[in-house]
T-cell receptor
Framework: QKEVEQNSGPLSVPEGAIASLNCTYSDRGSQSFFWYRQYSGKSPELIMSIYSNGDKEDGRFTAQLNKASQYVSLLIRDSQPSDSATYLCAVNMGGYQKVTFGTGTKLQVIP | EAQVTQNPRYLITVTGKKLTVTCSQNMNHEYMSWYRQDPGLGLRQIYY???????DKGDVPEGYKVSRKEKRNFPLILESPSPNQTSLYFC??????????????FGAGTRLSVL
């Protein structure tokens, strides 16, 4: 079983729609969760972090965490073509020094 | 400008020829890390360093070495590169993980091809 799992996609949504990206993780003791966005050929950039159960909103982005279900998701409202990228879920596992990344979900926003 | 700088950005080499990829950060971060990224496998951690002279293996350390003699620099060394080390490499840094939750800042990447 992979430690951090994501559907590789591609996930295609029309412009203006809500994109929903999901991630599950195996370590029940994990405490910190991140979403990074990576454009093709570029480096990952942090867009959201979440540490406690519930929702965290930042502009068009909402991160949702459910530790009991070991599930974290990212919602992108009013999706724009510029949101087309690969979204990486990352989890602090085994202490803060180790971050494990999922393989990423490719999002395509269709104009 | 706060940044993580990797050099070179692109490198083509031959099997067995030692190489070093440099990484430098100007944010006074304690934590630094190297990752490789391959299609379908995502980002995998090679080595990380919690501070000067403190390094530890990540998930895929075989064939790599690192050193942390200064806080700002964390070079990645391939003593005898092989074709299976052809990959996209990223260096990342963060403040002390226990305080920053290990939010990492990434360099621009080094695309390495080993022939």
């Amino acid at each position: 079983q992979k430690e951090v799992e994501q559907n590789s996609g591609p996930l295609s949504v029309p412009e203006g729609a809500i994109a929903s990206l999901n991630c599950t993780y195996s370590d029940r003791g994990s405490q910190s969760f991140f979403w990074y966005r990576q454009y093709s050929g570029k480096s990952p950039e942090l867009i959201m972090s979440i540490y406690s159960n519930g929702d965290k909103e930042d502009g068009r982005f909402t991160a949702q965490l459910n530790k009991a279900s070991q599930y974290v998701s990212l919602l992108i409202r009013d999706s724009q073509p510029s949101d087309s990228a690969t979204y990486l879920c990352a989890v602090n596992m085994g202490g803060y020094q180790k971050v494990t990344f999922g393989t990423g979900t490719k999002l395509q926003v269709i104009p | 400008e706060a940044q993580v700088t990797q050099n070179p950005r692109y490198l083509i080499t031959v099997t067995g020829k030692k190489l070093t990829v440099t990484c430098s950060q100007n944010m006074n971060h304690e934590y630094m890390s190297w990752y490789r990224q391959d299609p379908g496998l995502g980002l995998r951690q090679i080595y990380y360093s919690m501070n000067v002279e403190v390094t530890d293996k990540g998930d895929v350390p075989e064939g790599y070495k690192v050193s942390r003699k200064e806080k700002r620099n964390f070079p990645l060394i391939l003593e005898s590169p092989s074709p299976n080390q052809t990959s996209l490499y990223f260096c990342a840094s963060s403040k002390r993980p226990s305080e920053s939750k290990n939010i990492q800042y990434f360099g621009a990447g080094t695309r390495l091809s080993v022939l």
